[in-house]
């Protein structure tokens, strides 16, 4: 039940946010919207910016829905895009209040989940050191998030395919290339002074 009431209050949140900013909603509004008393709202969530970053959280837990592999990578980005234009009122109220951090922090969150992932599957057989796989994916993390960054303040003028498609042509077979670079088994060079 509790799960059906946490829906039942992102979908009062996103309602309201189609109405009104972010900063003019109360917990009142959302407790009327949703038809509970604010005591039920206080139960599940400590304010309104717990309730947004929960709604994040949700977003991305859907968005990403099994596509982690380096085959689908795209697939997997495009469905973060489309999770983020689906939410549009949502996203874009976040993103103007004084919870920019929360939009940015799930997109960092859910695109790290994505990325670690691919990066993991392209080191299959290659000994490389955690650290370097993480740095791999953190690198690949800040240019995808900051590229959905430009997209959002744009107000999402811009097909995400498109932008999907041209990184993909930009970034194809870097994944890998880089951790051939960091490996740790790989064969010693020759001396170059012979």
Sequence with gaps: MSQVTKRALEA?????????????????????????????????????????????????????????????????????????????????????????????????RITFDLLEGVVEEQAQGMSVRQEDKAFIATLYKYMFVGLMLDWIKSDMKGDPALIVERLEQVIHGSVSAALGRLRTDKPLLSNPAE
């Design 12 to 108: 009062s949140l996103k309602h309201l946010l189609l109405q009104k900013p972010l900063n003019k909603i109360t917990i009142n509004d959302i407790a009327e919207d949703c038809g509970i008393n604010r005591m039920t709202f206080y139960y599940h969530f400590k304010d309104i910016y717990d309730l947004v970053e929960w709604c994040c959280e949700e977003d991305a837990s859907r968005a990403l829905a099994g596509n982690k592999t380096y085959e689908t990578w795209q697939q997997g980005l495009l469905q973060i895009f489309e999770a983020v234009q689906d939410n549009k009122p949502f996203i874009l109220n976040v993103y103007r209040s004084v919870s920019r951090e929360q939009v940015e922090n799930y997109l960092y």
